[in-house]
């Protein structure tokens, strides 16, 4: 079945600074990728979704400058989480998907910033 | 509004005590309806994808089915190792996915 892995599993920061998590599709190419952010007993809430060569579509709420997603080829994109603050410790998850396949999930990355 | 609900929110069975988990859906064209398990601190894991109504998939003690408005994740003699979250999600034909809250299962030995 269809791989997505995503790195690190776990991050601990500290406040200030900048954190990149990456999400690769291994054995297909996504020309759709999805981050998401998900507190605990939570759904996913989407934050942001990126296709291959253009600019992410971030969803209401977002900050863009906060959460800078990268989508440079059909098998990687990285969310970046810049001057991170405590209140953006989270679990951070992605999902690709190649053309009409449904989404698989990256196994998240936990983030804590101290 | 496109919106999906799941239901319980949480349910607790006996080791073989078999049950469904409801997903109630209301969306501007279905292009697919998606089942995840999801175990704490994972990712979610992609079960069945349902595209119209009165088909069915089964998948081990898993069974998916998809009517309308709703589709029902029966489980069959559950084993305390399908303790998890699952998860159902739709997709318009707008290419929007929207996600429910969850079921969280708990299988008592």
């Known amino acids: 079945g269809a791989v997505v892995s995503q790195h690190p599993s776990r991050v601990i920061c500290k406040s200030g600074t900048s954190v990149k998590i990456e999400c690769r599709s291994l054995?297909?190419?996504?020309?759709?990728m999805f981050w998401y952010r998900q507190f605990p007993k939570k759904s996913l809430m989407l934050m942001a979704t990126s296709n291959e060569g253009s600019k992410a579509t971030y969803e209401q709420g977002v900050e863009k400058d906060k959460f800078l997603i990268n989508h440079a080829s059909l098998t990687l994109s990285t969310l970046t989480v810049t001057s991170a603050h405590p209140e953006d410790s989270s679990f951070y998850i992605c999902?690709?998907?190649?053309?009409?396949?449904?989404?698989?999930f990256g196994n998240g990355t936990r983030l804590t910033v101290t | 509004e496109d919106q999906v609900t799941q239901s319980p929110e949480a349910l607790r069975l006996q080791e073989g005590e078999s049950s469904s988990l409801n997903c109630s859906y209301t969306?501007?064209?279905?292009?697919?309806l998606f089942w995840y398990r999801q175990d704490p601190g994972k990712g979610p894991e992609f079960l069945f994808t349902l595209y119209s109504a009165g088909e069915e998939k089964e998948k081990e003690r898993l069974k998916a089915t998809l009517t309308k408005k709703e589709s029902f994740l029966h489980i069959t003699a559950p084993k305390p190792e399908d303790s998890a979250t699952y998860l159902c999600a739709v997709r318009s034909t707008g290419n929007q996915f929207y996600f429910g809250t969850g079921t969280s299962l708990t299988v008592i030995p």
């Open positions: 969306v501007s064209g279905l292009r697919g």
């Open positions: 054995d297909f190419q996504a020309t759709t």
């Open positions: 999902s690709a998907r190649g053309g009409d396949s449904p989404l698989h």
